[in-house]
């Protein structure tokens, strides 16, 4: 995958292994005006609409069908109206936290903080709770979900997640360099990943290893940190 992009650091094409391409054209405030999908000897053109503070408002896709936001005072999204008619809104506390979902078959979902605003409880629809608990750093150590299925997490000293643990007792597990960057992980299928970075901290490349089988994901940057060119080689 090859990115571009403008003088002002925004993305203005990427070009996928297929030859597939996406262009993004900008406003003068660097707000993407319009997502242009090139494929098939056609061009699908999304169009993006803001208001005078930046939120997006109303999105036209490539068929011409319509979808409308609105936002508080705060520009808080508070509502989601889409082509067909149907809605979904969203409800917040003083603190800026959402403290409810309702989505267009009018299913609810609330969701409670503690005083230091980390979610605490959430209740489905259905009224199934799921509960999170912190250590005194604020890392969330435990999550409960709706059926009673327990998930831990544990940090090092410097507050890095080093092992997620799930219900069924599956372990994910972490490491990591000197300056925080991740350097290896492995998953409840045994695949393990090496992280290689450039001197300023960018990912160089991730190798994933399975077995016999293994996928190197290696990855390009311009002088001003941003990502030029992906390079797949797995299979």
Do not use: C
Not at 94 to 109: F, K, L, Q, V
């Amino acid at each position: 995958m090859r990115l571009a992009y403008d003088a002002r650091g925004n993305l203005i094409e990427r070009i996928e292994p297929d030859g597939g391409r996406t262009k993004y054209e900008y406003t003068p405030r660097n707000w993407v005006k319009t997502t242009t999908v090139q494929g098939d000897g056609k061009a699908y053109v999304t169009q993006h609409d803001y208001d005078k503070v930046g939120n997006e408002v109303r999105t036209v896709d490539p068929r011409g069908y319509e979808t409308r936001r609105e936002y508080d005072a705060l520009s808080r999204l508070v509502q989601v109206i889409y082509p067909a008619g149907n809605r979904e809104w969203f409800e917040y506390d003083e603190n800026g936290n959402r403290t409810a979902y309702t989505d267009g078959r009018m299913n609810r979902t609330e969701y409670s903080y503690d005083r230091y605003n980390r979610p605490v409880q959430t209740k489905d629809a259905k009224n199934g709770i799921t509960t999170y608990a912190y250590d005194r750093w604020g890392n969330m150590t435990r999550m409960v979900n709706p059926l009673g299925h327990v998930s831990h997490y544990a940090y090092d000293e410097l507050d890095r997640l080093i092992q997620e643990t799930d219900s069924l007792g599956y372990v994910k597990e972490y490491r990591y360099d000197a300056v925080g960057n991740r350097i290896f992980s492995k998953d409840p299928n045994g695949t393990e990943s090496v992280y290689e970075y450039y001197p300023n901290n960018l990912v160089k490349k991730i190798s994933m290893k399975n077995g016999t089988e293994t996928k190197t994901l290696e990855y390009w940057y311009d002088e001003a940190g941003y990502k030029r060119r992906v390079r797949d080689d797995g299979i």
